[in-house]
Nanobody
Framework: QVQLVESGGGLVQTGGSLRLSCAAS????????MGWFRQAPGKEREFVAR????????AYTDSVKGRFTVSRDNAKNTMYLQMNSLKPEDTAVYYC???????????WGQGTQVTVSS
């Protein structure tokens, strides 16, 4: 089992920044890839960004490219999502996830709310 705990959400104005953190513990050798997803009210959960734990390659959904940056700290077993130039449409519950491959995320955090006011 891998346990994931997100933090860093909150209320911010349009154009502001937030940094989310996701701390991993447990059987972290099962965590080859970690990702961020989000779910806005009335919408399906969508992929935001991911990072491969070994090598650090990243990927982003088009709507956040150039604004969000995913990174990791190996020593702290923590993944981050730096979110800049936030927009109201970024408002959602953000979840971190971990898995063995990018096709299947087996472990999920509890989510953290991000609200961007206009």
């Amino acid at each position: 089992q891998v346990q994931l705990v997100e933090s860093g959400g909150g209320l911010v104005q349009t154009g502001g920044s937030l940094r989310l953190s996701c701390a991993a513990s447990g059987r972290t050798f099962n965590r080859h890839v970690m990702g961020w997803f989000r779910q806005a009210p009335g919408k399906e959960r969508e992929f935001v960004a991911r990072i491969m734990w070994s090598g650090g390659s990243t990927a982003y959904t088009d709507s956040v490219k150039g604004r969000f940056t995913v990174s990791r700290d190996n020593a702290k077993n923590t993944m981050y999502l730096q979110m800049n130039s936030l927009k109201p449409e970024d408002t959602a519950v953000y979840y971190c996830a971990a898995g063995v491959t990018i096709m299947k995320y087996s472990y999920w955090g509890q989510g953290t709310q991000v609200t961007v006011s206009s």
